[in-house]
């Protein structure tokens, strides 16, 4: 089916006014025919997306990479990627990790008087539309920042018609608003932004970077909005940005972590796992926890840890880091009949990364007292069970395979998320129990 598009390809200069105005006038084009469909205008909610995708900017700028601004971690995208590391002799992974973003800034700035420009097309503001406005007919507010000199904000506006009712002449539509800036001067509009979400109807923010209360921007979305929507899987500093969430949390802002989505088969598991009665009462023998995670992003392993912990009453009493070739963490629990219980935190490194940093490879749940009917062994399917099953435990160990999501993607998630966005009680109390793990390494 052909989708329906109206776009006003020629950028203004930012005014809401202006901006209002195109919409009005889009619209009024656009239902202007009597043959033409009807054209339903945003009716369900507003959403604001943050989405500053620098490492592709400045890949772009230092010549290793000639693709679009999107967002989209594609193939093109992780050879450029892997160019960046090899010449500047990081590790290779296709994956901007924090060194190697690190690597890149430092490169972009010494360039100097001759800092390269940014020519690769921006995509930003129409990648999501497929996952979003196929839902319910609503507004989007792109933020797009661009690196460079700061010479104001533009503004581009569209509809996105992706759906025609079957029964009927009325095209269900997303309003598109795009707004180009350096930091600087996206932070001078901050008001502006709020201003465009529409009253009186739900509004979600995508924050696709690190959480930053201190930056005006994202305080001040984050007091308009509903819900806050991040992805930890792509945070710098996971262990620090779990602590910013939960303080958000405790300000009555509802955060939405799309990463916590993608534990959802490995939970689901582990609590099957322990259906049978014989094997529900074996719990309290539980003492031992190996999480081994794809190393690079940490954040998958603590939520894990932090879900087992909240339903099993485990307080934290330790929180030790051994580093070495798999930056070993051991975390201590007191448990309920008092008992140590004891988790290690393993990074692994793979040799097919996978397109989300941190997936969670493998879980072995064990017990001292030998009580077999405790002993469980969960593994991905894509990396199998060699190093779970080591040891001599996998013989009296239930061992199951997780079968990743179909779409762990983040657009698909949104997608999802949009759909059941009431407060998360078993996220919040899972969080409460990782900032507490953390506040033990900084004490």
């Known amino acids: 089916m052909n989708t329906p598009i109206v776009a006003l390809q020629k950028p203004k200069d930012i005014s809401l006014e202006d901006i209002e105005s195109e919409l009005s006038n889009i619209w009024l084009s656009e239902n202007g025919g009597k043959a033409a469909p009807v054209a339903t205008r945003a009716t369900t909610f507003s959403m604001v997306v943050y989405e500053p995708e620098e490492f592709q900017q400045l ?20 050879e450029a990627v892997e ?6 002799g990081l590790r290779l992974s296709g994956r901007v990790d924090p060194q190697t973003l690190k690597r890149l800034r430092e490169a972009y700035v010494n360039h100097g008087g001759d800092r390269p420009e940014v020519n690769n097309a921006d995509a930003r503001g129409f990648s999501i539309s497929d996952a979003i406005a196929a839902q319910n007919p609503c507004r989007i507010v792109t933020l797009c920042p661009v690196l460079g000199e700061d010479t104001g904000v533009t503004a581009q506006v569209s509809a996105y018609c992706p759906i025609q009712k079957q029964h009927g002449s009325n095209l269900i539509c997303c309003e598109y608003i795009t707004l180009r800036g350096t930091k600087e001067a996206l932070e001078r ?14 509004k979600f923010v995508w924050w696709k970077a690190t959480p930053n209360p201190e930056q005006e921007l994202f305080h001040k979305l984050s007091q308009c909005c509903n819900c806050m929507i991040v992805d930890s899987s792509y945070f710098s500093d996971p262990e620090s940005e779990f602590i910013k969430m939960h303080q958000l949390i405790d300000e009555e802002t509802y955060i939405a972590d799309l990463n916590w989505h993608r534990l959802s088969s490995w939970q689901e598991l582990t609590a099957a796992a322990f259906d049978p009665p014989e094997r529900r009462t074996a719990l309290v023998d539980l003492d031992g926890v190996t999480i081994d995670y794809e190393k690079g992003n940490a954040a998958q392993a603590f939520m894990f840890l932090g879900w087992m ?4 009453g485990w307080e934290p009493k330790a929180y030790i880091e051994e580093g ?3 930056d ?5 629990f007191d448990g309920p009949n ?4 004891e988790a290690e935190l ?7 990364w996978g397109e989300i940093p941190g997936d969670l490879v493998g879980l072995r749940l064990s017990s001292t007292t030998n009580e077999e009917n405790c002993c469980t062994i969960l593994c991905s399917e894509t990396t199998g069970c060699m190093r779970m099953e080591a040891g001599g435990t996998a013989q009296s160990s239930r061992t199951e395979q997780v079968t990743p999501l179909t779409d762990q993607k983040a657009e698909y998630l949104l997608s999802q998320q949009l759909q059941r966005w009431g407060r998360d009680a078993l996220y919040e109390e899972s969080l409460a129990v990782v900032v507490e793990m953390l506040s033990l390494r900084q004490n």
């Open 338 to 341: 008092h008992h140590t219980v």
């Open 83 to 88: 160019a960046a590391q090899q010449e500047y």
């Open 189 to 202: 509009v901050s008001d502006l932004v709020v201003s465009l979400t529409i009253p009186n109807l739900p």
């Open 328 to 332: 070993i963490t051991r975390i201590k």
């Open 309 to 312: 912990a909240s339903r099993l």
């Open 324 to 326: 070495g070739d798999y």
């Open 59 to 78: 890949l772009g700028a230092l010549g290793f990479y000639d693709g679009p601004i999107d967002g989209i971690h594609g193939p093109q995208t992780k």
């Open 346 to 352: 393993a990074a692994i490194p793979t040799a097919d």
